[in-house]
């Protein structure tokens, strides 16, 4: 199946008072109708900068270097205001990682999520009556679960809790998807209990609509648990993607085998070395490949050129490194 | 003092907060012993209690009732009120190291102030002389730290920071208030060594509060699980994972999302996650998880669950598993 959104060697800056931050640095990203994919990396990857790369919501100091984004046609970086503003109130919506920041304080979530749906572009806004918004409103919050959903809409954000908060976000974002839902750390600020609820409330919607979802997260198990196909970020480069289940048991780059092995197991096998050193330093980061300082096999081309991500074996498991690329 | 002698009891331990909206019931009457040498690992959700048990243990909090022994003394009371020699032989690591170091002050400065303060360094030379030890034993070289601020480290450094200041004094007991939950993985890893290497060369006991299971099962020797302001089970470690008893401890086991089939496995399949954690302003009667309980009865409302052994050194609190 062609996939209807493709992001090619995508290159993003920040300009900041210490010099230009060079974070993304060629990603490469695609996805097919229907397909849950997982971004997996730690903090300051470029993971959340990549998604909002797409939604065109990146700071008003970053600046797109090269590459293209394509979503259904559209060239997402040169398409005008009004139609992506259609698009993005359509087809394309995001959940952020804190519901406390991403939820109006001022407002109770009758307003918020009834706005959400108002402007959906389901009907005509203008006929939508505060009485037609509040029964559509009780429907979206049924629909993940919220017991008492009458008593929510007539809440603020803060008479809620951290659970509670991230299904409104969810309800608000299910409310008008259509094709992509992209999850940004949806429940790292969630307590694991919580956490476990509102990510089967998620992939059961998501299944329920045949849609797609980009599931963003630095804790493993939860991107194992919930996506098709995997990609591991590190400093601003995709270094790894394959199959779920094919990534956790066969990790090839060196960094994914660190990252994996660093997670500590239920089984209890004691802790390995982690990675030595830390994510590069973005206003000079190291030529070639950007993980050759912190890895152990690091050869002579590893400090010169970039690896591409490459198909490695036939059944679609690409890796970006040397190790692997010498052919 | 001796391996497995008992550092610290705690009996009966409740600390209140009076608030604006009523009286938050933080810890509610818990008990646990932490003995020499072994690191105790006291697991919850936020809000439970956990992080608040550390506080009152280490004099950040006066205790609202309830004793904290350590080493046969009594400290239940404010820091402040305590007798100096045992200011320096406990320790606390917090979670955050960016917010627990002081940005104005140079690596040198934070580490060496408890030096100063205790009287453990006399001179400028000596001070200077065991800071550069004390960042070796945390794995930074000192030529290059000493003079750096926490800003310009990375969050792995900055808590190996937060560590050495902890070890300056030499105590024998630690509280680790989840020392690694602000860091990735892979500088978990390595801080977790660095911790239990230390544990070994120091002989030191640790009091360890996380939210975090797995991390749980790879370092502690003893568990116990916190909802709402009490303990609800105590296990040694191996046998917490391999026989959970109590419904909460099960549904917080079957919660974690896991990396391989092995611990896939280990999870227990005969509950899932329901409700959420009631407000501790007013918690439920009875047994406090009876609102989010599968097997809960008529007797889990009126009646608070009080210990059972169900076998060596396994205790749990409910009415339901233990009949």
Same mark, same amino acid.
């Given at each position: ?6 992001? *090619? $060697? +995508?290159?993003?800056? /920040? ?5 230009? =931050? &060079? ?7 695609? !996805? ?57 109130? *359509? $087809? +394309?919506?995001?959940? /952020? ?5 991403? =939820? &109006? ?7 918020? !999520? ?59 974002? +299910? ?153 | ?323």
């Amino acid at each position: 199946m062609e996939p209807f959104l493709e992001v *090619k $060697n +995508l290159s993003v800056g /920040f300009k900041t008072y210490l010099g230009k =931050l &060079n974070v993304l640095n060629g990603v490469d990203f695609t !996805l097919r109708e229907s397909e849950k994919v997982g971004i997996i990396g730690e903090s300051g990857c470029g993971k959340t900068s990549t998604m909002k790369a797409i939604l065109g919501i990146l700071a008003s100091n970053a600046v797109i270097e090269g590459g293209g984004i394509s979503f259904r046609g559209h060239d997402m970086l040169k398409i005008r205001k009004k139609q992506l503003n259609q698009i993005r109130r *359509k $087809n +394309l919506t995001m959940i /952020f990682q804190d519901p406390t920041a991403a =939820l &109006n304080p001022v407002f109770k979530i009758e307003e918020l !999520l009834g706005d959400v749906i108002k402007y959906s572009g389901d009907f005509d806004h203008e006929k939508a009556t505060k009485k037609v918004l509040r029964k559509k409103s009780i429907e979206a919050l049924k629909e993940v679960s919220l017991p008492d959903p009458e008593r929510v809409l007539d809440s603020y954000p803060f008479q809620l809790s951290g659970g509670m908060r991230q299904r409104v976000c969810i309800a608000m974002s +299910l409310a008008t998807a259509k094709d992509l839902l992209i999850a940004d750390e949806p429940t790292t600020s969630l307590d694991v209990t919580i956490q476990d609820q509102v990510l089967r409330l998620m992939k059961d919607l998501v299944n329920k609509r045949n849609l797609s979802i980009i599931l963003i997260s630095h804790a493993l198990g939860t991107i194992r648990n919930t996506v098709d196909t995997v990609y591991v970020m590190y400093a601003g480069n995709m270094i790894e993607s394959s199959e779920t289940a094919k990534l956790f048991s066969n990790p090839l780059h060196p960094y994914t085998q660190g990252l994996l092995k660093s997670v500590p197991k239920l089984s209890g096998e004691g802790f390995s070395e982690g990675i030595p050193g830390r994510i590069p330093d973005y206003i000079n980061p190291p030529p070639g490949c950007r993980f050759n300082p912190r890895c152990k096999h690091a050869m002579e081309i590893c400090r010169k050129e970039r690896p591409r991500l490459l198909e490695v074996n036939a059944d679609n498991h690409k890796v970006a490194c040397w190790l692997y690329n010498k052919g | 003092m001796e391996k497995n002698e008992d550092l610290l009891v705690v009996e009966n331990l409740t600390k209140h907060f009076k608030t604006s909206f009523g009286v938050v019931r933080a810890i509610d009457e818990i008990n646990f012993t932490v003995k020499s040498g072994e690191t105790f690992g006291l697991v919850g959700e936020s809000g439970s209690g956990k992080s608040t048990t550390g506080y009152v243990v280490m004099g950040i909090y006066t205790p609202t009732s309830g004793r904290i022994l350590f080493k046969g003394n009594d400290l239940s009371m404010h820091a402040k009120k305590r007798p100096k020699s045992f200011k320096k032989d406990l320790a606390i690591v917090f979670q955050d190291p960016a917010s627990s170091l002081n940005p104005t002050k140079t690596v040198k400065d934070v580490i060496g102030q408890p030096l100063r303060i205790q009287g453990l360094a006399k001179t400028r030379e000596e001070r200077d002389k065991r800071v550069s030890e004390l960042l070796d034993a945390v794995e930074l070289p000192p030529q290059d730290f000493k003079e750096r601020r926490p800003k310009d480290l990375g969050g792995g450094e900055r808590q190996a920071v937060a560590i050495a200041r902890a070890i300056a004094t030499n105590p024998s007991f630690i509280v680790l208030d989840e020392p690694t939950s602000a860091l990735d993985v892979s500088i978990q890893a390595k801080i977790m060594k660095v911790l239990m290497r230390l544990q070994q060369e120091l002989n030191l006991s640790y009091l360890f509060i996380t939210h975090d299971l797995s991390l749980m099962r790879n370092v502690s020797s003893r568990v116990a699980i916190m909802y709402l302001a009490q303990i609800v089970e105590f296990a040694p470690t191996p046998i917490f994972f391999r026989n959970p008893v109590h419904p909460y401890t099960q549904m917080l086991l079957s919660s974690i999302p896991v990396l391989t089939d092995d611990e896939e496995k280990l999870k227990p399949k005969e509950i899932t996650s329901r409700g959420e954690v009631p407000s501790a302003i007013n918690p439920p009667s009875g047994c406090r998880f009876h609102t989010r309980c599968p097997f809960a009865t008529e007797k889990c409302k009126t009646k608070q669950p009080s210990f059972v052994t169900v076998e060596p050194e396994h205790q749990v609190a409910c009415h339901v598993a233990t009949k």
